[in-house]
């Protein structure tokens, strides 16, 4: 049996581009939580009319879970060593006029 992953590319790309914009000397190891926002764009149908305020949470496609997939796939190895170290997620998505993603990282360790 083969597994595909249509997402293959997009996941390395999302990687290197991780990789290029933190500079940890070795990835997050231990248990781990993650908090990370996806803020996503307005329609374009809703842009002439309707203003951030009006719908502050995305309730649209694409599913916060397959989100949360994506972002951790792409940093597994590169920000953290496994992401089987994960847990404790929190994650939101809302609407934004810059969209972007932003990822906080907790080490649960006690000496850490």
């Known amino acids: 049996n083969h597994a595909y992953d249509s997402q293959k590319s997009i996941k390395e790309r ?3 581009e991780l990789k290029a ?3 940890y000397p070795l990835p997050f190891e ?3 939580k993650i908090e990370v926002t996806f803020f996503m764009p307005l329609p374009q149908r809703l842009h002439r009319r309707a ?3 009006m719908f502050p949470q995305h309730v649209h496609k694409p ?3 397959n989100l949360i997939k994506m972002i ?3 940093a597994n190895g590169i920000i953290f060593k496994d992401d089987a170290l994960i847990t404790c997620i929190v ?3 809302v609407y934004s006029l810059l969209p972007r993603t932003e ?3 907790t080490s649960l360790e006690k000496d850490a």
């Open 14 to 16: 999302v990687g290197w």
């Open 103 to 105: 990822l906080t990282i």
């Open 91 to 93: 994650a939101t998505k």
């Open 72 to 74: 951790l796939d792409c």
């Open 21 to 23: 914009q933190h500079d």
């Open 30 to 32: 231990g248990s781990l």
């Open 51 to 53: 203003t951030i305020k």
């Open 63 to 65: 599913d916060l879970d």
